[in-house]
């Protein structure tokens, strides 16, 4: 048994396998330009985040059915299960889904059913952090907070904001996030991954934000890393996903070590684990090889998670019984190019 982990960047949509996916488009009548699994792991070699979105987009296109949300929550659950999840905050792109067809009920009631069943099945807790689409008219943006704050009896427990990060600037949704807080809902942005500083601080002052997904870019500013670690705000980073949609050059160019020097919490996630060819043990693997042990990512995921004090109490727990100094120490030396 590996030691225990909170993941709170994951996007549902992105970890349908490959033969998971071909099964999925074939029960819904959608046509994918490769049908094996060799075929569609070639589709996800990505010449940019531009490209990623695109490929990203006809993968959430083959999702039509409450069922098939439902069983998406419930296997990534059993998956990250078997690498230590303990709790995991899953994000859904709903808008995307409803500008093909799909009903806002049919999305919001197979995620909400899938995550009660991941507890009742493996017995991982899991909350939902639906992401606001940048690209919305005033109309779908009025849509999606209904439904995201209708549902917060049911594991919805904040809002993101994703995609075009350059094209949209935190400034934008200054009203949408006041709504969400008022309904309930908490503030967890992409921010920084693509965007300069000046998103993050945008983030950070405008939407409110209790989390950032990514904040890498910090880095380039010392007075921003500075606040981040002043504020204790909680940054979700993805060390793969960074790799491969090349917002970093290389995995032993990663800002990560020097943000976790320089006292700023971050958590470690997949964020489209199957797409980036990763997992939760990859990441750790990695990031052990970065220097860095894995207690301080659990620390940080248990900082950042939006769940009640009780579901914190429980992973508090958790993390108290499990036996930290039996895993081998860091080895500060770069192991994967
Ligand atoms: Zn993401």
């Known amino acids: 048994m590996s030691y225990p982990k ?5 996007h549902l949509e992105g970890t349908l396998r490959p033969e998971m996916l071909i099964s999925c488009a074939q029960r819904n009548g959608v046509t994918l330009p490769a049908d094996t699994h060799d075929g569609i792991a070639d589709l996800f070699h990505f010449t940019d985040l531009a490209h990623f979105i ?6 959430t296109s083959c999702l039509r059915t409450a069922e098939d949300f439902r069983r998406i929550t419930v296997d990534y659950a059993g998956e990250a299960k078997a690498h230590g999840a ?71 427990v904040g809002v993101g904001l994703g995609a075009f990060e350059l094209e949209y600037p935190p400034n934008l949704y200054v009203d949408a996030f006041r709504r969400a807080r008022e309904g309930g809902l908490r503030s967890v942005p992409h921010a920084g991954e693509l965007g300069p500083p000046d998103a993050i601080r ?11 997904r990514h904040g890498i870019r910090s880095i380039e500013e010392p007075d921003l890393v ?34 976790v020097e320089a006292g700023v919490l971050c958590s470690l996630s997949t964020d489209d684990p199957p797409m980036f060819d990763t997992d939760l043990t990859k990441e750790y693997e990695v ?3 970065l220097g860095l042990h894995p207690r ?42």
């Open 6 to 10: 909170i993941e709170l960047h994951v």
């Open 54 to 59: 695109d490929v990203w987009l006809m993968v």
């Open 86 to 156: 303990v709790y995991i905050e899953g994000i859904f792109a709903p808008l995307q889904l409803v500008r093909r067809g799909v009903a806002w009920e049919t999305i919001y009631e197979g995620f909400c059913d899938g995550i009660e069943e991941a507890r009742e099945v493996h017995g991982t807790e899991m909350r939902l952090t639906p992401d606001l689409t940048r690209n919305a008219t005033p109309e779908e943006m009025d849509e999606s907070l209904h439904y995201a704050i209708a549902y917060r009896e049911r594991g919805i």
């Open 202 to 212: 945008d983030a950070l002052d405008l939407l409110h934000a209790d989390r950032l």
């Open 226 to 259: 500075q606040e981040l670690k002043e504020r204790g705000t909680v940054l979700d980073v993805c060390l793969l996903s960074n790799v491969h949609v090349g917002v970093v050059p290389s995995l032993e160019e990663h800002p990560l070590p020097k943000l």
């Open 287 to 289: 990031a052990h090889s």
């Open 296 to 337: 301080a990512f659990y620390d940080a995921g248990l900082s950042g998670a939006l769940c009640d004090e009780t579901t914190k109490a429980r992973l508090a727990a958790i993390r108290d019984a499990y036996d930290w100094s039996a895993l081998e120490a860091p080895s500060g030396q770069p192991a994967l190019g």
